[in-house]
Each structure stands twice: as C-alpha cells, then as structure tokens.
C-alpha cells in the first residue's frame, strides 16, 4: 500500500505515497489507451497492462526503462491480473493461468473454474506460500483454495450461503476474508485450514455490494468499502480475551445474563448477537461509485485511502485505539496533468524511508519488442498440466534483487 496505479482511457500513471500531502506522480504511460487493468510487483519498476484495445493480451513492462518484458495473449478476455515476488496470476472468466515470475513461464493452467464473470480472485503478497483463492461455485459461496508454490489444491472452504463478491488475504497469508454478493456479513478463515475466525456483520438493513476488501500489514484491522457512502474498518481481536472483570453494576449483571442466555440460544441467533461491529467508520460524500480502499502507514501513522472511480483519494487518519468516526486530511485528484516533465527525475529517487524499499533498473539484454519464445496454447498448457522446463527458453526477467521487493514480514 505504498504506491497507486490506475488506468485511464488515454493511457495509465503510477503514484508514490509516502506522504499525505503531496501526491508524486512516479510515471505516466499514453503508449496504450483504454487500460482497465494495471498491476504493478510492489514497487519495482514492473507493471502488468491490459487494455480495451485487445483485452486477450497481457503486456509486462519494465517502465523506468520503458521496455516491454513480454506480452501474451489468451482464449478470453482477462478479467483480472495478481502477482506477487514469485507468482503471476491471470484470470479469466472460466481458468486461471499461473506464471513464474521470476522468468515469465507458464507453470500450471486451471481450467474449468465455475464461471467468475468479475474476474474475483486474490492471491497472497507472502512468497512464502503463495495462496490463490477464487469461487468454487457460482451459486453458493464455497472458495477454493489453491497452494500457488506446490501447483496443488489446498481446500474447499463453506464460507457464505450466497456466490463471493469479494475475497482477500492479510500480509502474511495466513488469513483471508470474504464477502458474499449480499454484503451484509464479512467472515475471517485461517490459512490454509480454512477454520472461521471471525464474523463481523456490515449492516443488516440492505444488501451492498462490496467493492474492496482489504487487511492492514498488520492483520489488526480489516476495512470493507460497498457502493454506499460507509466504509467499515473493523478490528480483529477477541475481546473476551483481555477483557478486564466487569465491576458489580447493573450493566455488568446484565451482560453477564446476556451472555450466559446466548449459551440456550439457537447457534444462528447467538452467533449474530456475538458478531462484532465497526470499529471504525468514514462516511464519503459520494454515493454508487466503485471504490478501492486501502489501510497504510504514512509517516508513521495509520492512514485509511480511498480511491474512487471519478479519479480522487481520499486519505482520513485512523486512531487505532479509539477507532470511531475516521477524519478527511486530504484530497488528491488523480486525473490532473500531475508532474511536469523536469521534475521526472526526481521520481526515479528512493522513497521516504516509511515506504517500501527503492526499485532497481537492472540491465536487460532483451530488445524492447520481444515477445517471450516459447508461449503457446500447447504443449499440455490447455490439459492443465505442468509444463516441462526444457519447453521455454530462458526468461528476461531479472528480479533477483531484493530490492525490487518490499521487506518481508513474518
């Protein structure tokens, strides 16, 4: 959550946040119109475009250089695009390619997937193990967990009545949260046993549709954003575990009796009456536009973002202990001509110290128009198969430096 990137019908541009009051605009892009998709590795200098023009093709750039890696094409249109320091995923509306992204070879092709016509999946930011998560059914909302690094099906895990709208792990990849098409309860799984954590229930008075789901680097807090003008920011504790002894009041009675009546309750209705509230909120001034919300800290401190479809981020403060209502310190626009071409330069230096560690331009040896031999729609790609290592030549990309990566937090 250190930089931001979107797409436009003219083109794309990548932002830096490392502070709350300047916006640094680190490269803009007018080569490809109509990108809908734009995924940068962390804050390397590669980015993933897609774009309206041919939406079957993936193009990989390396953009400070401003070369291309490689591009390839697929049976479909590409709904959605995740990668992390070892894995790239594409998905389509019925399979998902998985790629080495250390040299761009396709690994191991999901066919068959229920029809995802969002393109819903996540993928974990943690090397380590990688996880892919995405709809197993598209009537009910069962995920299907998938082990990125092993190439083998973890589980299955039972998370809603009704189809996913939304799915996301936390840093470390050991939780992941989800939403259903209704909105109204978010529920926590640990990873990869898939046993539920937490339930936190949005609203109850209508359903959302849930546009951005996202952790903290922490895993303290979870911030859920819909097409309504309320974002949610909830807080993953178990109270019952620090909570102090109540004094002897009538409101310390009650709450025992309370508690005490949950246990001869039907387990549906219990279970809705332990459900945890908001631990935050921020109120938009708009209302039925798509947003991304995301939980950062900017010098130093716990910042909500939120971007939303007219091209703005809003940046509200979070008190962490308090929560409550979150407060508006900045408004960007995103659209604007941003920095003039003097200033470019100065993109190129390495963040503020409380942003992920700079970006490497290491030399390439590949002409800028390569496309990456050995990509085909055989060679047992198409049967799901993992494909054998003579089959590609050898890749171009030169990641191995870590920093191109952000530190890793275990």
């Given at each position: 959550c250190s930089?931001?990137?979107?797409g436009?019908?003219?083109?794309?541009k990548?932002f830096?946040?490392s502070?709350v009051e300047?916006?640094?605009?680190?490269?803009k892009s007018?080569e490809?119109?109509?990108v809908y998709?734009v995924?940068?590795l962390?804050s390397?200098?590669?980015?993933?475009?897609?774009s309206?023009?041919?939406?079957?093709?993936?193009n990989?750039y390396?953009f400070k250089k401003?070369?291309?890696?490689?591009?390839?094409?697929?049976?479909?249109?590409i709904l959605?695009?995740?990668?992390n320091?070892?894995?790239?995923?594409?998905?389509?509306?019925?399979s998902?390619?998985?790629?080495?992204?250390?040299?761009?070879?396709?690994?191991k092709?999901?066919l068959?997937?229920?029809?995802n016509?969002?393109?819903?999946?996540?993928?974990?930011?943690?090397h380590?193990?990688?996880?892919l998560?995405?709809?197993?059914s598209?009537?009910?909302?069962e995920?299907?967990?998938?082990d990125g690094?092993?190439?083998?099906?973890?589980?299955?895990?039972?998370?809603?009545?009704g189809?996913l709208?939304a799915?996301a792990?936390?840093?470390t990849g050991?939780?992941?949260?989800?939403?259903s098409?209704?909105?109204t309860?978010?529920?926590?799984?640990s990873?990869?046993?898939g046993?539920?954590l937490?339930?936190?229930?949005r609203?109850?008075?209508?359903?959302?549709?849930?546009?951005s789901?996202v952790?903290?680097m922490?895993s303290?807090?979870l911030?859920?954003s819909?097409n309504?003008?309320?974002v949610?920011?909830f807080?993953?504790?178990?109270?019952?575990?620090?909570?102090p002894?109540e004094?002897p009041t009538?409101?310390?009675?009650?709450g025992k009796m309370?508690?005490?009546a949950t246990?001869?309750?039907?387990?549906?209705?219990?279970g809705?009456?332990n459900q945890d509230?908001?631990?935050?909120?921020?109120?938009l001034?708009?209302?039925?536009?798509?947003?991304?919300?995301?939980l950062?800290?900017?010098q130093k401190l716990?910042?909500?973002?939120v971007?939303t479809?007219?091209?703005?981020?809003?940046?509200?403060?979070l008190?962490p202990?308090?929560?409550?209502?979150?407060?508006?310190i900045?408004?960007?626009?995103l659209l604007?001509?941003?920095k003039?071409?003097?200033?470019?330069e100065?993109?190129?230096?390495?963040p503020?110290?409380?942003?992920y560690?700079?970006?490497?331009?290491?030399?390439?040896?590949?002409?800028s128009t390569s496309?990456?031999p050995?990509y085909?729609e055989d060679g047992g790609a198409?049967r799901?198969?993992?494909i054998p290592?003579?089959e590609?030549a050898?890749?171009?990309?030169c990641?191995?430096?870590e920093n191109?990566?952000?530190p890793?937090?275990i």
């Amino acid at each position: 959550c250190s930089s931001l990137a979107i797409g436009t019908t003219t083109g794309y541009k990548l932002f830096s946040l490392s502070s709350v009051e300047q916006l640094d605009q680190v490269h803009k892009s007018n080569e490809i119109p109509d990108v809908y998709i734009v995924e940068r590795l962390f804050s390397s200098s590669l980015v993933v475009v897609v774009s309206h023009a041919k939406p079957q093709q993936m193009n990989v750039y390396h953009f400070k250089k401003g070369t291309e890696i490689c591009n390839y094409s697929y049976s479909s249109n590409i709904l959605s695009i995740r990668l992390n320091r070892q894995r790239l995923v594409v998905c389509l509306e019925e399979s998902i390619y998985i790629h080495n992204i250390k040299d761009m070879k396709l690994l191991k092709t999901i066919l068959d997937t229920p029809p995802n016509t969002t393109g819903l999946c996540a993928l974990s930011i943690n090397h380590a193990n990688s996880y892919l998560a995405y709809p197993g059914s598209a009537t009910s909302g069962e995920i299907a967990l998938y082990d990125g690094n092993t190439l083998k099906t973890a589980c299955a895990i039972p998370a809603h009545d009704g189809p996913l709208a939304a799915l996301a792990f936390n840093s470390t990849g050991s939780k992941l949260a989800s939403a259903s098409e209704k909105g109204t309860v978010i529920r926590v799984f640990s990873i990869p046993g898939g046993q539920k954590l937490y339930e936190f229930r949005r609203g109850m008075k209508r359903y959302v549709n849930i546009s951005s789901l996202v952790f903290s680097m922490d895993s303290q807090f979870l911030c859920a954003s819909s097409n309504t003008e309320t974002v949610h920011i909830f807080k993953l504790e178990h109270l019952t575990d620090s909570r102090p002894e109540e004094p002897p009041t009538w409101s310390g009675y009650m709450g025992k009796m309370f508690q005490a009546a949950t246990n001869y309750l039907p387990a549906q209705v219990s279970g809705m009456m332990n459900q945890d509230r908001a631990f935050a909120t921020v109120r938009l001034n708009i209302s039925g536009q798509r947003n991304i919300c995301a939980l950062s800290t900017i010098q130093k401190l716990p910042r909500l973002l939120v971007t939303t479809s007219d091209g703005h981020l809003y940046i509200y403060n979070l008190d962490p202990q308090d929560g409550g209502e979150c407060v508006l310190i900045k408004k960007h626009s995103l659209l604007g001509s941003g920095k003039t071409e003097e200033n470019k330069e100065n993109d190129l230096q390495p963040p503020l110290p409380q942003s992920y560690a700079a970006t490497v331009a290491r030399q390439s040896t590949v002409p800028s128009t390569s496309t990456m031999p050995g990509y085909s729609e055989d060679g047992g790609a198409l049967r799901g198969e993992v494909i054998p290592e003579h089959e590609f030549a050898t890749g171009p990309v030169c990641l191995d430096d870590e920093n191109e990566f952000p530190p890793v937090s275990i």
